[in-house]
């Protein structure tokens, strides 16, 4: 009777649950404070209005970011390859104590100190000075760029910090608001900001794109430019130019402090695509502007998460998956081609040893007992057994040799033909060292052992024609002694011994 009654007042309070809820949510107690920076979980409307952009700020901001990625990423990858990252980072701290100054006159005539036309043209004639100032020390001095790149980002930032103490004691204006610049302040961009931005950053992407050809050899040699004619001055000040205007109109965005990441980490992860400077500028524009989309769109769905450190952590984390799954220069790819090269070696190895046991036992012409024991391999490099074995197993799915006995192997045919050519390539080496590079003839098998594996065709067919060796066929003679332990010998145990290492 009693659960009776309980679902009874239940299902009678039923149709005043939403207003029951709505009066729960007015009441004092369960409004959030505006003071609340505590992050929680977006419900999907959250995630539908920024996916669907239908704030009219989340617009202005995501499109805003956007641009400022792409010429930030494209500018930042002549920057990267000419060796001037950090002249980004020296200069948005140099643009500190110009926007102080441009604040403190334009109050002093009357202006509103804070229209973003007159903070952005101080802080750009600031930042130029700060360029001209790296300039001056590093040609008029002896100090090294990166000695010149601490003065300036030190003592400019600090005349700013010293500029904004002044502003903030000023009876004309207040300064809030222009710390913005330092943090950066994504959220308070407005239409005539993004419009600013994209004029501006598409701008700079023009110019780069139509001095493609000239700024490329300036990064690559900047000798060369000047020997055929280039005005290699010139060009770095337009590209020093540049940079300066991305870092400008980036100020608003993730402030002078972070600033300096969307000019290095998008050309950074770039690199590890590619090998081209075309498409390391393409993959650059793409993740700057992937950077400042996702950034600035996980700051809407999350609002209490600061827009430019948001940026920043997602150009960040392509940065990462970049460096470890890039295809060209990647870490795993690059421990894919050292794996390769080593089992490359070690079959190389493997099938040299047999071909010079043959070789010093007079076998080669002897084709019915072209057997060699495993445990004469052990005394010509410092094999262990379980290695050899590991190596000789793939050697025979390979189709190379044959294992007879469980402890002698005989090469086939294939195996054959590929272990004369690798004595071959490997004593067309050792002539060349000791012909050309005076090496002596005692020491250069372990010089050409270290070089013999990574050698192409057409570096081998320099060599023959050099060394007057008319076909490859034919097997140069070894031009030392092959040394090789008696076959009566213990040669159970490997030895630390390598001839040919």
């Keep these: 009777m009693r659960l009776f009654v309980i679902v009874f007042l239940l299902m009678s309070l039923c149709p005043y649950a939403p207003l029951l809820a709505a009066n729960g949510a007015n009441s004092p107690g369960s409004q959030r404070s505006i003071t609340d920076r505590s992050i929680s ?34 500018i930042g990858s002549f920057a990267l390859l000419r060796k001037r990252a950090l002249m980004g980072d020296a200069l948005s701290h ?20 804070k229209t973003l036309p007159v903070l952005l043209s101080g802080a750009a004639i600031s930042g130029l000075l700060g360029i001209a100032s790296i300039l001056m020390i590093r ?43 330092i943090y950066g302040k994504t959220a308070s961009m407005v239409a005539s900001d993004a419009w600013l931005i994209g004029s501006a950053g598409l701008t700079c ?20 430019a000047h020997s055929r004619g280039f005005p290699v001055v010139l060009l770095d000040m337009i590209l020093m130019g540049l940079v300066v205007v991305v870092t400008i109109i980036g100020l608003q965005a993730v402030g002078l402090i972070l600033m300096i990441s969307l000019l290095v980490i998008p050309p950074a992860a770039a690199r590890f695509w590619t090998e081209k400077i075309f498409y390391l500028s393409f993959v650059a524009t793409i993740l700057g502007a992937l950077s400042g989309m996702v950034g600035s769109a996980m700051s809407a769905i999350f609002p209490n998460l600061p827009s430019g450190a948001m940026i920043v952590l997602v150009a960040t984390s392509m940065f990462l998956v970049s460096m470890v799954f890039g295809v060209p220069r990647g870490i795993l790819i690059r421990k894919l081609r050292r794996y390769q090269l080593n089992r490359k070696v070690d079959r190389q190895h493997l099938l040299r040893s047999i071909y010079e046991y043959l070789e010093a036992h ?49 090469l086939t045919p294939l195996g054959l033909t590929e272990a004369a050519r690798i004595v071959h390539e490997h004593r067309l080496w050792e002539l060349y060292l000791i012909t050309y590079a005076d090496v002596a003839s005692s020491k250069v098998d372990r010089d050409a052992d270290a070089i013999e594996h990574v050698l192409e065709p057409e570096v081998i067919s320099e060599l023959e024609t050099l060394l007057s060796q008319q ?23 490997p030895d630390s011994r390598r001839p040919g290492s």
Excluded at 42 to 65: M, S
Excluded at 471 to 493: C, F, G, V, W, Y
């Design 471 to 493: 076909s490859s066929t034919d097997i140069l003679p070894s031009p030392h002694t092959l040394e090789l332990k008696p076959e009566n010998s213990d040669a159970s145990a």
């Design 362 to 410: 007079n076998l080669l012409t002897d084709q019915t007992n072209q057997l060699v024991p495993i445990k004469d391999l052990y005394q010509m490099r410092s094999w262990l057994p379980a290695d050899l074995h590991s190596i000789i197993h793939r050697a025979s799915q390979q189709d190379l040799l044959q294992t007879v006995d469980g402890n002698q192997i005989r």
């Design 205 to 224: 992407m023009l110019i780069s794109i139509f001095l493609y050809k000239e700024l490329t050899l300036l990064c690559f040699d900047e000798g060369f």
């Design 41 to 74: 979980i977006p419900e999907w409307k959250d995630w539908k209005r920024v996916f669907f952009l239908e704030d009219y700020n989340t617009r202005i901001v995501i499109l805003g970011t956007t641009l400022l990625g792409m010429s930030a990423g494209m």
């Design 94 to 113: 140099a643009t500190l104590p110009g926007i102080a100054l441009a604040f403190i006159l334009a109050t002093s005539f009357g202006m509103n100190g």
């Design 139 to 181: 040609n008029l001095t002896r100090l090294k760029e990166d000695a010149a790149l601490g003065i300036v980002l030190s003592v400019f930032f600090g005349a700013g910090v010293a500029l904004l103490g002044i502003v903030q004691q000023m009876q004309t204006g207040h300064a809030a608001g222009l710390e913005s610049f």
